[in-house]
């Protein structure tokens, strides 16, 4: 398989999670640290912003039980880069983009996406459906 290049929006999003994810205390934190870049670039951004998901926390959400983080940062930044690249390829893009990064984190953490989503009024589904729509739209 031929390498994807990165869009410019996917290589900022990379960039700015990979110098935040060190500094992850739980699984949980590094989603958070994952969202705050996905939330203002591309594709991605567009979705999330859609969706109403902002930097704060929706009052009277709790958080659950701490995982502590499995993995080292840079590793995790490649899986997740690895799982992005193979996301675009499948969908026939010229070009790694934010929306794949999104889809990437969303499948790499699962439960934990879904409890920062919850925290910030979101909904998976509902995302994915727009994601849907604007990578259809942009195709």
């Known amino acids: 398989m031929n390498a994807i290049c990165l ?3 996917a290589m900022t999003v990379l960039g700015l999670a990979g ?3 060190p500094f992850a205390e739980s699984v949980d934190d590094e989603v958070e640290r994952w969202l705050r870049p996905l939330r203002l670039y591309g594709e991605a951004g567009a979705s999330l912003q859609a969706l109403g998901i902002g930097e ?5 959400t709790t958080d659950g039980p701490q995982q502590p983080v499995q993995t080292a940062p840079q590793e ?4 997740i880069t690895a799982a992005a690249s193979r996301i675009a390829a499948e969908r026939g893009a010229a070009t790694v983009g934010t929306q794949d990064i999104l889809t990437a984190v969303m499948r790499h953490y ?3 996406f879904e409890r920062a989503l919850n925290r910030h009024s979101g909904d998976s589904a ?4 727009r994601l849907t729509a604007r990578s259809g739209a942009s195709a």
């Open 7 to 9: 869009s410019r929006d």
């Open 19 to 21: 110098t935040a994810l």
């Open 56 to 60: 704060a926390r929706v009052e009277g």
């Open 76 to 79: 995790t930044l490649a899986l």
């Open 110 to 112: 699962g439960e934990a």
């Open 126 to 129: 509902e995302l994915l459906e």
